[in-house]
C-alpha cells in the first residue's frame, strides 16, 4: 500500500527544473502528481510518475542528484471536510506528516492525497484500519 | 621615531656579529632541550658546534607547520611548563590548533618588537590607541596592547567588531590612533558615513594595519579617506605574533624586520634554495632571542621579497615587501588563518555529503565573505528540506566554533563543482588584491 516517490534537488538556476521535465519527457517518462519544496538556495522536486524504477536510473545516469522515498497515496471524500477526517486519524494515532500534496483523478471522480509520514508502515496500517482508502501504487502509475 | 636607537639602528657588522652569537646559543639550547630538534639535526647530520658563521645555519634543516602540529601541544617547548606565562594559538591546517608559549622575557621581547611598531608608525606616549585587533587566542590583540601600553599611549582595548560603538569611541575618547585589520578600517569608514560622522571632527590621525594582505591601493583609498597615515605590519604567531616586521612613516616602503631577535632568510620554496636579498621567495625566520618555543628556519609559507637599501628613517635593519602570495594554500579571511583542509576535515564527518566543495572568497563592501559549496554525497539524498536546511546550519557553525570564521554553506547538485585532473581546485578567491 505504499508507492514510489521520486525527489530531485535542484540548485536554484535556471532552466533547471526544465532539464529535468524535458528529460523525463522524452524518455517517456509520465509525470501523475508532482510538488516543489524551495528555500532561496535549492529546491526539491519530488515527482509520482508512471515509471518509478526508470524514472530514477533516467535521472541518475544524468548526474541528477536523486532519491527515492515511499510515500502512502490516500483517496480523500469530494465533500467538506473530507481531508479533515483524514487528518484527524493520523492525529489520533500520534502519527507525524512530513508533507503532502493532492492531486485528482483525470477522471475527476476521486482527489487523492499522497503523503509522507516519518513512521509509514505505522500510518499504512492506522489508516488502513480506520476503514480509509489507500490507493497502491500499480494503480496511480497506470492512471 | 626609533624606539630602541641601540638595536634598531645597529650597525649591520655589529648585528651580524650579535646574531651569530645568539644563533649559536639558540642550536646548542634546542639540541639539548627540544627532542625534536635534536632528532632533526641528527637526521641532518649538524651538530651544534657546526655552526661557525651565519652562513652555517643553512646547513640546518627548515621546521614546518606539520612539525608544530605533530609536537601538538607543548611538544615544541624548550622550557619547563612552569616557566611558560602565557599561551596563545592559531589555525592549524586540520582541527587542531598551532600552539605557541611564552615566558616571561618572550613576553618583553613581544612587548618591545610593538613598541618599535608603535613607535615607527609615529604613536607615542600621549596618544590614544583604539586596539581593534581580536583579544583572545588570536595574537593581534594582546600583542599590540603591551606595545602600545610599553610606549606610554593610553590603550582602549575594544576588540574587533561592533563598528557602532567603536566609533563612539572614536568620537567620545578622541582616539588618535587604530590598530585593527586594513579591511576593517574600510568597513569602518563606511558605517562612519552611514552613521553622520564627519571625518574631520575626529583626531585620528595614524592607523597601523595588518593581519592579512593589503595593497598600496588599499593603503591610498585608507589613507585619504580617513585622513590619516595607513601603516603595514607584519607578524605571525609561530614568530612571536604581531611586531616581526614594521613599517616606518617616514618611507612607507617595506617592513622593517628586528635582526636582533629573528634572522630572515627567502628561499625558493620548491628547492629550498636560499635566494640572494631582493629576489622573491618564501620568508624564513629563525627567532635568536626567543625562550619558550624557539623556531629555526621557520617556513612561513609568505611569498615576498627583501629590501637591504638603507631606509631614510636610520633603522640599520632589512625590510620585507608586502607578501604577495602563499606557498600553500593558507587564506587570511577577515583576519582569521583558514585552510582549506580545516573545513575538509569538517565536510568528512557528515555522511550526507560528499567531499567535493570548493571555497569562495569575495570581498563585499570591504569586507572578506566566504561561502561554501558542498555537493551532496551519492545515493543518501534526503527529500526533506528541513533535513537539508539542518545539515548546511550544522556544517556552517562547526565552521564558525572550529576555525572561528562566519560563511554560508550551499549545499549543490552531484558533480557540479569541477573535478580536477591534477591537484584539486579548492578555492575561488575572487577578491581583487
Known amino acids: 500500500m505504499k508507492l514510489q516517490q521520486i525527489s530531485v534537488f535542484i540548485e536554484n538556476q535556471s532552466g533547471r527544473l ?10 517517456g517518462i509520465n509525470i501523475r502528481a508532482l510538488s516543489l519544496a524551495d528555500t532561496s538556495d535549492f529546491g526539491i522536486l519530488r515527482l509520482i510518475v508512471n515509471n518509478p524504477e526508470s524514472a530514477y536510473k533516467i535521472l541518475k545516469d544524468n548526474e541528477f542528484t536523486v532519491g527515492r522515498t515511499e510515500v502512502v497515496a490516500v483517496e480523500v471524500k469530494d465533500r467538506p471536510g473530507g481531508l479533515a477526517e483524514i487528518l484527524g486519524a493520523l492525529s ?21 492525497m499522497i503523503f509522507r509520514f516519518d513512521e509509514t508502515d505505522k500510518a499504512v496500517e492506522k489508516l488502513s484500519a480506520e476503514g480509509f482508502t489507500l490507493i497502491p501504487g500499480s494503480k496511480i502509475y497506470g492512471i | ?48 658546534e ?8 643553512q646547513r640546518l634543516p627548515f621546521t614546518y607547520k606539520q612539525d608544530m602540529r605533530d609536537n601538538y601541544p607543548f611538544g615544541m617547548f624548550a622550557v619547563p611548563q612552569e616557566q611558560v606565562v602565557r599561551i596563545h594559538a592559531s589555525s592549524g591546517t586540520t582541527g587542531k590548533p598551532t600552539v605557541v608559549g611564552y615566558t616571561a622575557r618572550d613576553v618583553d621581547t613581544w612587548a618591545e618588537l610593538m613598541a618599535r611598531t608603535m613607535s615607527a608608525a609615529g604613536v607615542g606616549r600621549g596618544d590614544i590607541l583604539q586596539n581593534a585587533y581580536g583579544y583572545g587566542l588570536f595574537t593581534g590583540g594582546l600583542g599590540a596592547h603591551y606595545g602600545a601600553e610599553k610606549i606610554g599611549a593610553s590603550v582602549i582595548p575594544i576588540s574587533g567588531g561592533n563598528s557602532k560603538k567603536q566609533l563612539m569611541l572614536l568620537k567620545d575618547f578622541g582616539s588618535t590612533a587604530i590598530s585593527c585589520t586594513p579591511s576593517y578600517a574600510l568597513s569602518l569608514y563606511e558605517t562612519a558615513i552611514e552613521e553622520g560622522i564627519k571625518i574631520e571632527d575626529l583626531k585620528l590621525r595614524v592607523g597601523v594595519f595588518g593581519a592579512e594582505p593589503w595593497t598600496d591601493a588599499m593603503r591610498q583609498e585608507i589613507e585619504s579617506k580617513w585622513q590619516i597615515d595607513a601603516l603595514d605590519i607584519y607578524g ?46 618564501e620568508l624564513v625566520f629563525t627567532t635568536i632571542t626567543k625562550e619558550a618555543i624557539p623556531l629555526i628556519r621557520y617556513r612561513t609559507r609568505d611569498i615576498t621579497s627583501l629590501i637591504t637599501d638603507p631606509c631614510k628613517c636610520g633603522r640599520s635593519s632589512v625590510r620585507m615587501r608586502k607578501v604577495t602570495g602563499r606557498s600553500d594554500d593558507m587564506l587570511i579571511i577577515r583576519g582569521v588563518n583558514v585552510f582549506p583542509s580545516q573545513v575538509e576535515a569538517i565536510i568528512v564527518t557528515k555522511q550526507e555529503l560528499s567531499p567535493h566543495y570548493l571555497l569562495i572568497v569575495d570581498r563585499v563592501d570591504n569586507l572578506d565573505t566566504l561561502e561554501v559549496q558542498i555537493e551532496l554525497a551519492e545515493g543518501i539524498f534526503m527529500d526533506r528540506i528541513s533535513r537539508l536546511q539542518d545539515l548546511s546550519r550544522a556544517v556552517e557553525k562547526e565552521i564558525k566554533d572550529m576555525i572561528g570564521v562566519t560563511c554560508k554553506v550551499r549545499i549543490v547538485e552531484h558533480k557540479t563543482i569541477a573535478r580536477s585532473e591534477g591537484k584539486a581546485m579548492r578555492v575561488l578567491d575572487k577578491r581583487k588584491l
Not at chain 2, 641601540?6 to 655589529?14: A, L, S, V
Not at chain 2, 651580524?16 to 647530520?45: I, T
Request: proline share 5%.
Open chain 1, 18 to 27: 526544465y532539464d529535468v521535465a524535458n528529460l523525463l519527457g522524452q524518455n
Open chain 1, 92 to 112: 489520533r494515532n500520534e502519527i507525524n506528516v512530513e508533507y503532502m500534496y493532492a492531486f485528482v483523478e483525470p477522471t475527476g471522480s476521486r482527489a487523492i
Open chain 2, 1 to 48: 621615531m626609533i624606539w630602541n636607537q641601540q638595536y634598531e639602528t645597529m650597525p649591520r657588522d655589529e648585528l651580524r656579529k650579535l646574531q651569530l652569537m645568539r644563533l649559536k646559543q639558540l642550536v646548542e639550547n634546542v639540541y639539548h632541550r627540544v627532542p625534536f630538534y635534536r632528532c632533526s639535526f641528527d637526521k641532518a647530520g649538524v651538530k651544534p
Open chain 2, 50 to 57: 657546526d655552526i661557525k658563521s651565519l652562513d652555517d645555519l
Open chain 2, 236 to 281: 605571525l604567531s609561530e614568530i612571536i605574533g604581531p611586531g616581526v616586521g614594521y613599517e616606518c612613516v617616514e618611507e612607507k616602503r617595506g617592513m622593517h624586520i628586528s635582526e636582533d631577535h629573528f634572522i630572515v632568510e627567502t628561499i625558493n620554496p620548491d628547492t629550498g634554495e636560499v635566494l640572494p636579498a631582493g629576489e622573491e621567495g
